[in-house]
């Protein structure tokens, strides 16, 4: 081929060397065998642009697309065209025929079965669509609706009161314009879309009662069962018998946390504005961290996401992670990192530019504790 996609080979000795072999064997084999090949059915749609099946990202599905994948797999030709806006740590890679994460040979018998014995079709790539008014599952009751319109539910054996956050997309990260007075570091650029699922977070920070209840110890370092609970690592959070184990909750992503702390502002801080209403910090706290809910809420009802305490996230810290294709997906995550966890918000000790929506911290997850780290929970509903 001219485009020099394969090293050794033109495009017909790919076609004679291992596609008509593989054509051979799946005709021989649905000629004498009656139950179908392939056990599974990946979500059916009509446009392949760029789909799983799709590996050389010509906009159809074809025998070019089976030939391609071999030809990878096979010949240390070029990896298949990835699905839109998909990075590094995003799911259902281009090729990926049979949508089950993985690019092998049964992607390539999937799209041959597919164009002449008809099998399934291939796997589309992910839904860039949230889903709308997802169902909250038994073990949220109902608490009614909060100040600010929202759906708040009382998750029945810890107590804890979530507020549900509607799917929605933003524009995550800062620019100097936005967050003027402060300057914005430059791990939160590129300003981009995210689009996110509906989800419950907690109205307010974890606090040690709450804590308490759950894991049968509190380690804060500022004691009061209305205080967040503080001291703890992002690995004790998430090992066995753990407070996230115990509960079936979860830490936000950073896209839910700073998509939350937001609820629809575009500047420095959510709610009014005015950090000094909003939240505990370096120049009002007076060297201690607060009792929850004792600052206004923002536009979503949630309290103190600036300031107080931070908050861990589930994400690895990347300073570049923002210009990652997967930064924009549906519901990112930053799931490939070496050692450092991002915190978000702030705590009772930082400076207002530390405590701004968009700034973004990290910490290492597990050792030393610190007495203005907490978090909050969140609960999925995708």
């Not at 065998?33 to 799709?54: F, K, R, V």
């Not at 298949?80 to 740590?89: E, K, Q």
């Not at 929202?150 to 100097?176: C, D, N, R, W």
Request: hydrophobic share 40%.
């Amino acid at each position: 081929m001219s485009s020099g996609v394969f090293n050794k080979y033109d495009y017909c000795d790919v076609v004679a060397l291992i596609a008509m072999p593989l054509i051979a064997v799946l005709i021989f084999v649905f000629a004498f065998i009656d139950t179908p090949i392939l056990c599974a059915s990946p979500a059916s749609g009509d446009d392949y642009a760029s789909s799983g099946g799709d590996a050389n990202g010509d906009g159809a599905v074809d025998i070019g697309d089976a030939i391609y994948l071999l030809a990878h797999l096979f010949n240390g030709a070029d990896a298949p065209a990835p699905c839109p806006s998909v990075g590094i740590n995003c799911p259902n890679p281009g090729g990926d025929a049979n949508g089950d994460a993985v690019v092998d040979i049964a992607d390539s018998i999937w799209i041959l079965a597919y164009l002449f014995d008809n099998g399934p079709e291939p796997a589309a790539c992910p839904s860039m669509e949230p889903t709308e008014n997802p169902d909250v599952p038994a073990a949220f009751v109902s608490a009614g609706t909060n100040a600010q319109g929202y759906e708040e539910f009382l998750h029945q054996s810890t107590g804890i009161l979530f507020v549900k956050i509607p799917s929605g997309t933003f524009s995550m990260g800062a620019t100097a314009e936005l967050d003027a007075p402060f300057s914005p570091g430059v791990d939160e650029s590129p300003l981009h879309s995210v689009a996110l699922n509906a989800f419950l977070i907690a109205k307010t920070e974890i606090t040690q009662q709450q804590y308490a209840s759950v894991v049968g110890s509190n380690p804060s370092a500022h004691v009061g069962d209305d205080l967040p609970v503080e001291q703890v690592t992002w690995n004790t959070l998430h090992e066995l018998a753990g407070f996230l184990d115990l509960t079936g909750l979860s830490l936000p992503t950073e896209a839910q946390w700073e998509y939350a702390c937001r609820g629809g502002t575009m500047g420095p801080f959510g709610g009014t504005g005015v950090l000094d209403e909003m939240g505990a910090y370096q120049e009002n706290s007076k060297g201690e961290t607060s009792q929850v809910a004792q600052f206004n809420p923002n536009g979503f009802g949630l309290h103190d996401m600036h300031g107080n305490v931070w908050e861990w996230v589930e994400d690895y810290y990347s300073a570049d992670f923002y210009g990652d294709p997967c930064a924009s997906d549906l519901d990112p995550l930053n799931g490939s990192g070496v050692l450092e966890r991002v915190v978000r918000g702030g705590g009772y000790n930082s400076g207002a530019t530390t405590c701004r929506s968009a700034n973004r911290y990290f910490l290492i997850p597990l050792g030393l504790t610190n007495d203005s780290v907490g978090f909050r929970a969140v609960y999925p509903l995708d």
